[in-house]
């Protein structure tokens, strides 16, 4: 993946999460999803400038570390951090070349972190890693875009986010440029869009098993803000999916 396009972003990445989709769909799907850290350890994979790595701590994660290939993602986290201390730790690194953990971790999740893998090989060494950093049983939750979204179907404009077909394929599946509709700054990145199979053969192939691709479910709150039929878009087609498994 390229370092630079995320390096450039650095602190508008902070300002996704404001964004409709995020706010009442992502972030609330995903959290209900990895349910209840308290007392865990947790390896954040992407974790970007840290969003989730701070809320698994708020939420009773006894130990946090995010790892990015970002420096300017990890720098950000860490004035986070400084700034609002959670006891999180970061660092910078590659989950397709994670180092070795003193300790096995009860949790790992990966926040668009496969879709940056450039071809199978790759995508099956993080896999990999992350099962060789996990516990025997614990869990690893993915979100990534979903493999069944319609380019030419209703798009997910109107909750904060284009995503266009950039006409080159990576070895998973085509790539795509996401582009997140900031007020007055919107932010581009380009990453693949891997198919099922890809995921799947992946992480069974690292030892991962009971896979399960999970829907994301717009929350009461967005439903009480905008109304059922705002997010008909969405529920017609759904940009994002979630997968959990064992390990």
Same mark, same amino acid.
């Given at each position: ?5 995320? #390096?450039?972003?650095?602190? /508008? ?68 951090? &400084? ?8 660092? +910078?690194?590659?989950?397709? &070349?994670?180092?070795?953990? &003193?300790?096995?971790? #009860?949790? /790992? ?11 199978? /090989? ?16 614990? &869990? ?11 380019? #030419? ?22 790539? +795509? ?45 967005? +439903? ?24």
């Amino acid at each position: 993946m390229s370092v630079q396009q995320y #390096d450039e972003i650095g602190e /508008a990445y902070e300002g996704f999460k404001s964004l409709l989709l995020e706010r009442y769909a992502a972030v609330p799907s995903f959290l209900a999803l990895v349910g209840d850290v308290r007392g865990k350890s947790v390896l954040d994979l992407a974790s970007g400038t840290g969003f989730y790595s701070r809320e698994f701590k708020r939420r009773g994660a006894a130990e946090v570390l995010g790892i990015d290939i970002s420096g300017e993602m990890i720098a950000v986290a860490q004035k986070l951090e &400084e700034h609002d201390p959670l006891g999180v730790h970061y660092e +910078v690194g590659d989950a397709s &070349e994670l180092r070795p953990f &003193e300790q096995r971790f #009860d949790v /790992a999740v990966g926040v668009h972190l496969l879709n940056y893998a450039e071809d199978l /090989a790759t995508m099956e060494r993080m896999c990999r890693n992350v099962h060789r950093s996990l516990k025997p049983g614990a &869990e690893f939750f993915v979100v990534n875009q979903s493999p069944d979204f319609r380019f #030419d179907g209703p798009s997910p404009e109107k909750y904060g986010f284009r995503s266009e077909l950039t006409g080159e394929e990576a070895g998973t599946g085509p790539r +795509v440029r996401t582009t997140a509709l900031l007020d007055g700054n919107p932010v581009s990145f380009v990453s693949a869009l891997p198919r099922r199979e890809a995921h799947e053969e992946s992480l069974r192939a690292a030892g991962f098993s009971e896979l399960t691709w999970v829907p994301l479910e717009v929350s009461d709150a967005g +439903v009480r803000e905008f109304g059922a039929d705002f997010w008909a878009d969405f529920r017609a087609n759904p940009p994002l999916e979630m997968l959990r498994c064992r390990a």
